[in-house]
């Protein structure tokens, strides 16, 4: 089936460092989804981005639509220790009944 | 507040014993869907629901079964024929369907199987 490759695989960063993460595809997708997963807790969508190009903020993140639509970023700013989780990237294929595929996470750890 | 509400957090069973886990919602979202995760794999699909009365099998369907009575809840069942039941189990709903229409999750049951 079709695969996300989301990368790196796992992070650690002193707390204040800027975070740059994505995912990449061989297929085309038309909407890409970002999620934060705590501890024994389920996934939090961060932003949801629809259009090639598309730059999207939501307080310290940012997230962008690959142009070629196969990609997209999502950059933390600033990290604290609060942004420690798990980060997935999801997508949707360019049928509208294509199911969500979601990438295998990003692990954010912040070192004291 | 709406949301999307799993019981229990956590769930323990012995082999062979099927089990049910629960997802209600109260968002009056059409579409729920069905997730298990396990380390290093992401998120697989099990089961989802576009419609009451109405559900399809995901990636991974094999030793589970669904059942979508009321837009509100769509419970799973882990049967004994699932290999490897341990795993954390997250719901999610959405407006309607896969399109456009981003999922929201519940915070998941973790079963355990001995």
């Known amino acids: 089936g079709q695969q996300l490759n989301q990368s790196p695989q796992s992070m650690f960063i002193q707390e204040g460092e800027d975070v740059s993460m994505n995912c990449t595809s061989s297929?085309?997708?038309?909407?890409w989804l970002w999620y934060k997963q705590d501890p024994g807790e389920g996934p939090v969508l961060l932003i949801a981005l629809y259009k090639a190009g598309e730059l999207t903020s939501n307080g310290r993140l940012t997230a962008q639509f690959g142009i070629t639509r196969k990609d997209s970023f999502l950059n933390i700013s600033a990290s604290i220790p609060s942004d420690v989780g798990i980060y997935f990237c999801a997508g949707q294929l360019t049928n509208r009944d294509d199911k969500i595929i979601f990438g295998k996470g990003t692990r954010l750890h912040i070192l004291p | 507040d709406g949301g999307i509400t799993q019981s229990p957090k956590y769930l323990f069973r012995k082999e062979g014993q099927n089990v049910t886990l629960s997802c209600e919602q109260n968002?009056?979202?059409?579409?729920m869907y069905w997730y298990r995760q396990d380390p290093g794999q992401g998120l697989r699909l099990i089961y989802y629901?576009?419609?009451?009365?109405?559900?399809q099998k995901g990636d991974i369907a094999e030793g589970y079964s669904v059942s979508r009575e009321k837009k509100e809840s769509f419970p799973l069942t882990v049967t004994s024929a699932q290999k490897n039941p341990t795993a954390f189990y997250l719901c999610a709903s959405s407006v309607q369907g896969w399109s456009n229409s981003p999922l929201h999750f519940g915070n998941g049951t973790r079963l355990t199987v001995t």
């Open positions: 297929s085309i997708f038309n909407t």
């Open positions: 629901s576009q419609i009451v009365n109405d559900f």
């Open positions: 968002l009056n979202h059409d579409a």
